[in-house]
T-cell receptor
């Protein structure tokens, strides 16, 4: 089955700097890759996603890149702000409703 | 994005009682809903998958008689923790998946913090 690894597990950056979180997946048939942000005591919120026929997608300060050959995708956050502090989960969809999640990255943005 | 409503957000109950958690997709039809359990500072642990009108599929190690799941309509799934004990205390989260208008994306509820005394 699909396996998703995520690095780093924790990340601290200074406010205004960029943050990058990387995920790798094992099954080349996976075709959709969402990213979720989970704040303390809340459910994960979909923040950006990318399909396998696209290499990059951007939405304001966040972007996702996909390298199908290497089977990895990354979340990029620029000009980080304290409110970006949260746990971020990547996921890969193998097909239908079969989603596999990464273990999460705890991002801390230091003022 | 699509909205998934989960209630209650927090519940405290006595040991031995049952607790029901509701998960509703407000603006789309969810063909499949998922239930997760999350311990502090850990990832999402999938408990079960429920499809409308059929029995839920439970992950290995999850007691189906303890965690009753009902998916009676395309917009509502419920999780009932029966005879709750302190070890059932956790953060429970639902998610909903719908084809069509939601472009086959997965949306999460806001979670329920269960505390069993």
């Amino acid at each position: 089955g699909e396996n998703v690894e995520q690095h780093p597990s924790t990340l601290s950056v200074q406010e205004g700097d960029s943050a990058v979180i990387k995920c790798t997946y094992s099954d080349s048939a996976s075709n959709y890759f969402p990213w979720y942000k989970q704040e303390l005591g809340k459910g994960p919120q979909l923040i950006i996603d990318i399909r396998s026929n696209v290499g990059e997608k951007k939405d304001q300060r966040i972007a996702v890149t996909l390298n199908k050959t290497a089977k990895h995708f990354s979340l990029h956050i620029t000009e980080t702000q304290p409110e970006d502090s949260a746990v971020y989960f990547c996921a890969a969809r193998l097909g239908g409703q079969n989603f596999v999640f990464g273990p999460g990255t705890r991002l801390s943005v230091l003022p | 994005g699509a909205v998934v409503s989960q209630h209650p957000s927090r519940v405290i109950c006595k040991s031995g009682t049952s607790v029901k958690i509701e998960c509703r997709s407000l603006d789309f039809q969810a063909t499949t809903m998922f239930w997760y359990r999350q311990f502090p500072k850990q990832s999402l642990m999938l408990m079960a998958t429920s499809n409308e009108g059929s029995k839920a599929t439970y992950e290995q190690g999850v007691e189906k008689d303890k965690f009753l799941i009902n998916h009676a309509s395309l917009t509502l799934s419920t999780l009932t923790v029966t005879s709750a004990h302190p070890e059932d205390s956790s953060f429970y989260i639902c998610s909903a998946y719908g084809a069509g208008a939601t472009n086959e994306k997965l949306f999460f509820g806001s979670g329920t913090q269960l505390s069993v005394l």
